[in-house]
């Protein structure tokens, strides 16, 4: 949830705890609570909190209440017990009736890199996933997180920060500085005297209980003091300390400007870069040939249906390969099909302008997924033409019943690069994230349609990749029309620097780091 989601929640919430609640905010209280499991545990976090309240204010009474304050606080207090009853029954009721989901992304950034650090609590090693809300409390060293939004943040023991979302973080105390590329525009550092909003740049903070010290080292920021509406603006080199008695000057500004200037070795994680392209320039028959690292190269090869000859256009990198609404291809990748392998799909995508209720099948990329819950389900990238789950010629990603819903339409017949990145978390369920010309874009909703038969893949399916449809599209209904280039599977999940990486360079090189 965004903050006009939390926001809009909280006075919902409040409302029925009170019992003052109108039927329109009942409504769109059910509403919220049916599209997001986010909003759901927020839910049943805020009905226990207005139980807790009672319970500890009901603790320190120490005079009889007036009667007109005692039914008050009673009928408060069975409100929100009522709350917190419907909340479990209905959490209950939600995962009973409804697929396995992804729902809003969980997982939003990465350890990418540590020295020396010694952490208040579980250590944290790079290549570990990090979870929006999670508390990273440093007490010595240097570790750096790369955001899912493509910022970059460097912490230096002793420092505490909240890992808030993919877009920004709240540093409690001590130093950081982000880095944020163009991608990125807009990452914001928080604290309760001060809010950063990156313009594309470099800065630094320093920050304690009394307030903090903000740096810019390259580019702009605009800094909200705490309790003002208008933000100021900061150019390379400047600085201001924020407080609760106002914005000053920092004193020592050059020794601390020079402490930001220092570059650290950082430890990474090796990673695994065995990968499957196929860049559509070789090709004889219906062969489209792949080249591969740590895989038998015929292995992958895809093939064209109906032993088709392969038509070849002008591509983004050389050449790609069209689609007609009829052509479609198969290739065999071993793993495609696990359940909690993290994995990243890249590729280039171009689809043409049309009618706004075309036929035949978006779908792009299709494969069969097992699900632990559900068995084995269908897979696949497409664009959006449902304009009810989303603007329509963004790309959407299914697995299975879980959905990703993109805000940038596609649909302009030029050339666009699309990566997913597939992780699992702690549960190992996988959390899908999405990028479109390098851009985190899109966010997780559920999938209106009913549940179907047709959306369980046979298992003779399993570890194959559909290009130009997907495994339940039907020939007679037509496939995806458009066009495709350079396209890799990686097993792992890449950052998002190395996505765009790829998408510059175009070179095995960027996906067979070793590092991170």
């Known amino acids: 949830m965004n903050n006009d989601d939390t926001l809009e929640l909280t006075t919902l919430c409040g ?217 100021i603006v900061l150019l390379e080199q400047e600085s201001h300390r924020f407080a609760g008695d106002g914005i000053s000057a920092v004193p020592d500004r050059e020794r601390k400007f020079a402490r930001f200037a220092k570059i650290f070795k950082l430890d990474r994680a090796v990673v695994n870069g065995d990968y499957a392209h196929w860049s559509f320039d070789d090709s004889k028959g219906s062969v489209l040939f792949a080249e591969a690292k740590d895989k038998k190269k015929s292995a992958v090869n895809a093939k064209l249906n109906s032993n088709a000859t392969a038509t070849l256009t002008e591509g983004r990198w050389s050449k790609g390969l069209s689609f007609d609404g009829r052509l479609a291809a198969k290739a065999t990748v071993p793993g495609m099909s696990a359940s909690s392998a993290a994995r990243t799909i890249a590729f280039w995508v171009r689809v043409p302008e049309g009618e706004s209720t075309p036929t035949g099948s978006s779908s792009i990329l299709g494969w069969g997924q097992r699900n632990n819950k559900h068995g084995t389900q269908s897979a696949r990238i497409a664009w959006n033409k449902f304009p009810a789950h989303g603007p329509y010629g963004a790309i959407r990603t299914e697995l299975g019943r879980a959905l990703i819903m993109g805000r940038t339409n596609v649909r302009d017949n030029r050339w666009h690069h699309v990566a997913v990145v597939l992780v699992p978390d702690a549960l190992g369920v996988l959390q899908a994230k999405q990028y479109v010309d390098g851009h985190l874009d899109g966010s997780s909703i559920n999938d209106p349609r009913p549940h179907h038969s047709t959306d369980i893949v046979k298992l003779d399916a399993m570890d194959a990749l559909w290009l130009g449809r997907s495994p339940i599209d039907r020939p007679k209904e037509g496939f995806f029309m458009g066009a495709l280039d350079e396209l890799f599977i990686i097993d792992r999940a890449m950052s998002p620097i190395e996505i765009v990486r790829l998408m510059q360079e175009n070179h095995p090189d960027a996906v067979v780091a070793e590092a991170l």
């Open 15 to 231: 409302a029925l705890a009170d019992g003052t609640i109108t039927s329109s905010q009942q409504a769109r209280l059910n509403e919220m609570l049916k599209a997001s499991a986010e909003a759901r545990q927020f839910y049943i976090h805020h009905a226990a909190l207005s139980v807790s309240l009672y319970s500890y204010a009901a603790e320190l009474q120490s005079d009889a209440p007036r009667s007109e304050v005692k039914k008050l606080k009673t009928s408060w207090w069975m409100s929100a017990a009522i709350t917190a009853a419907l909340a479990v029954s209905f959490t209950w009721w939600m995962q009973r009736e409804a697929p396995a989901t992804i729902h809003e992304t969980k997982l939003v950034a990465l350890m990418t890199g540590t020295k020396d650090c010694v952490w208040s609590g579980i250590d944290i090693a790079p290549g570990t996933s990090l979870q929006a809300g999670q508390r990273l409390d440093l007490s010595k060293g240097i570790a750096e997180i790369t955001f899912d939004s493509g910022a970059q943040v460097t912490m230096e023991g002793p420092a505490s920060l909240v890992v808030t979302s993919a877009w920004d973080t709240a540093l409690e105390s001590g130093a950081v500085k982000a880095s944020v590329p163009k991608e990125a525009i807009g990452f914001r550092v928080s604290h309760p005297s001060v809010e950063v909003i990156d313009l594309g740049t470099e800065f630094s903070m320093i920050a304690d209980a009394a307030g903090a010290e903000v740096f810019v080292l390259k580019g702009s920021v605009e800094a909200v003091a705490h309790g003002d509406v208008k933000p």
